[in-house]
């Protein structure tokens, strides 16, 4: 319908003699044609592309996963809390979209590049104006309709680029199995401030501002940052420190106060940390650079477990001794080096005190790992005829004089 009333209008410019501005429209109409027919076919390929690189990461994090439940045994393991791949994939396919009509538009822009001189007329339009002093001299800067329409398009084109194109990056990074995701995560995310601050930087030279005029700006952010968002700044400039100089990553295991868990974002204010009951808490900033910070898995994943055993006084502590060693050796997730230490600790109130301490290649399965150790321990006690010593207490009668033994009746009895 569109098209048949584009033609009647063409015939009828053709009729009352206007027949180059016709041709002009019909050239342009038919490059209009041949750039959507090409830019269908190049998002059609580009979706397949995608559809083929999301199955080729989903095999490489099904495998990957499957190696993970193979080793891991309780639910303390590490998660990796970049973005789900469904969902890099679905920000992607808009991401693909959102440039193939860009590039229409810049497409259509060259194509009915004749007639844009009709729309100067935006130019005309002047909403305000303002006068400022280079080199001694005042210069009047007008804003129009052209430019507001122009800041406009700016501003969107900042904020649909820095909610998606971290996420093109994201997925070209996860199939790169040499980066790691904290490193990924940085990357996506200083890309997101990058893409904020050229768009902002944009938009303010598209309405002609000056740092002259800006230090109105400038002195009541002072003020208010000196009043109130001291804070706030500090966490956005501790968030920074995080990203650049990296003491805590995404995927870690930190304890933070009392609290332990998985780093699973890092925000501009905030840090989100899930423990090990699922629960997201949101630490400042501030709180990983000027705070305590234990971070388990910084530069060695390596971690030392203690499991404690007391035996009854009279036991055999050579053979206790030596089955702690066996069991702790045998263990497939104990490493050799740093070897495992079996101490006999001290002579306790109710038990011989002993301790078998060996280090594990990595956090996930920890809780399994010393429940397994226990479990083979107290099997091998067992059968070595070891008891496992618990609280006892002896009580001594004095009987060398008369013990007088007596019941008394119940009350009002």
């Known amino acids: 319908m569109l098209l048949t009333a584009a033609l009647t209008l063409l015939v009828i410019q053709t009729v009352y003699g206007q027949v180059f501005t016709v041709t002009v429209v019909a050239q342009c109409m038919m490059e209009t044609v041949w750039i959507g027919i090409s830019l269908l076919l190049i998002h059609a390929l580009l979706l397949r592309w995608l559809r083929v690189a999301q199955r080729h990461l989903r095999l490489n994090e099904l495998l990957a996963k499957r190696q993970v439940q193979a080793t891991s045994e309780d639910g303390a393991s590490v998660e990796e809390q970049a973005p789900d791949l469904g969902d890099i994939s679905a920000e992607t396919r808009q991401l693909v979209t959102a440039s193939t009509l860009a590039t229409a538009a810049v497409a259509l822009l060259y194509s009915w590049s004749p007639l844009l001189p009709a729309f100067d007329a935006l130019r005309k339009v002047i909403l305000w104006t303002s006068t400022s002093m280079v080199e001694g001299e005042a210069v009047t800067n007008e804003i129009t309709l052209a430019t507001l329409l122009t800041v406009a398009a700016l501003a969107g084109l900042t904020l649909f680029a820095a909610n998606n194109l971290p996420a093109l990056i994201e997925i070209i990074l996860r199939s790169r199995t040499s980066v790691s995701p904290g490193a990924r995560y940085t990357a996506s995310t200083l890309l997101n401030y990058l893409i904020i601050g050229v768009g902002v930087v944009?938009?303010?030279?598209?309405?002609?501002?000056?740092?002259?005029?800006?230090?109105?700006?400038?002195?009541?952010?002072?003020?208010?940052?000196?009043?109130?968002?001291?804070e706030i700044v500090a966490n956005f400039i501790s968030g920074l420190i995080i990203l650049f100089e990296r003491p805590i990553r995404v995927g870690?295991?930190?304890?933070?106060?009392?609290?332990?868990?998985?780093?699973?974002?890092?925000?501009?204010?905030?840090?989100?940390?899930?423990?090990?009951?699922?629960?997201?808490?949101?630490?400042?900033?501030?709180?990983?650079?000027?705070?305590?910070?234990?971070?388990?898995?910084?530069?060695?994943?390596?971690?030392?477990?203690?499991?404690?055993?007391?035996?009854?006084?009279?036991?055999?502590?050579?053979?206790?001794?030596?089955?702690?060693?066996?069991?702790?050796?045998?263990?497939?997730k104990t490493v050799r080096e740093p070897a495992p230490l079996i101490v006999f600790e001290n002579f306790g109130d109710n038990a011989l005190e002993l301790s078998a301490r060996s280090f594990i290649d990595t956090l996930e399965g920890r809780l399994q790992v010393m429940t397994e150790m226990r479990q083979e321990i107290n099997r091998r006690f067992e059968e070595a005829g070891i008891v496992i010593a618990f609280p006892q207490r002896d009580v001594h009668l004095d009987t060398e004089g008369p013990i007088r033994i007596a019941i008394d009746p119940p009350p009002g009895g």
């Open 202 to 230: 944009a938009a303010l030279s598209a309405l002609g501002l000056q740092w002259g005029q800006l230090q109105w700006l400038v002195a009541a952010l002072g003020v208010g940052i000196g009043f109130g968002l001291q």
């Open 252 to 332: 870690d295991i930190v304890t933070i106060g009392d609290n332990d868990g998985t780093v699973t974002k890092i925000r501009i204010r905030a840090t989100t940390i899930r423990d090990w009951d699922g629960k997201e808490l949101l630490v400042p900033n501030k709180e990983f650079i000027t705070g305590h910070l234990l971070n388990w898995t910084l530069s060695d994943s390596n971690t030392r477990l203690t499991v404690n055993v007391g035996i009854a006084y009279g036991s055999d502590v050579e053979k206790a001794l030596e089955i702690l060693r066996d069991v702790t050796l045998n263990h497939p």
